[in-house]
């Protein structure tokens, strides 16, 4: 790995863009649906969400995840986004979950990158 390392497609992002790439996502950890039905809080969809989510930031050129961050499952996903530390040295890459204007104005301010999908009903 150290010396044919460079030649492999995904070893090469820092030395192409000179920055770090961080991704982030999460996954929905229902608990105990079936004995514990009335958890959670009840939407006017009538669906509830009974659990715990779990969110994760990567460092694309590491194994291992940076950050893992549990919320209650109705927790919207653009909370993480307050919790990281903005570094101008990184791009972050995320899904349109975690879509937050305020949060993406400070990214912009703090000359941090991000990518992201855009949600189809955004005006801009």
């Known amino acids: 790995m150290r010396e044919y390392g460079h030649l492999l497609s995904d070893s090469r992002i820092t030395d192409v863009i000179k920055k770090q790439v961080e991704t982030f996502d999460r996954t929905t950890i ?61 791009i972050y890459v995320f899904d349109k979950g975690y879509n937050d204007y305020k949060a993406f104005r400070l990214f912009s301010a703090s000359g941090t990158g991000f990518v992201t999908r855009i949600e189809d009903n955004a005006v801009y």
């Open 30 to 90: 229902s608990l105990f649906q079936d004995i514990l039905k009335c958890v959670g809080r009840k939407p006017k969809s009538g669906k509830r969400k009974g659990g715990i989510k779990v969110h994760t930031v990567i460092n694309v050129d590491e194994k291992v995840p940076k950050t893992v961050w549990f919320s209650h499952a109705a927790t919207n996903d653009h909370v993480l986004l307050n919790k990281l530390k903005l570094d101008p040295n990184t």
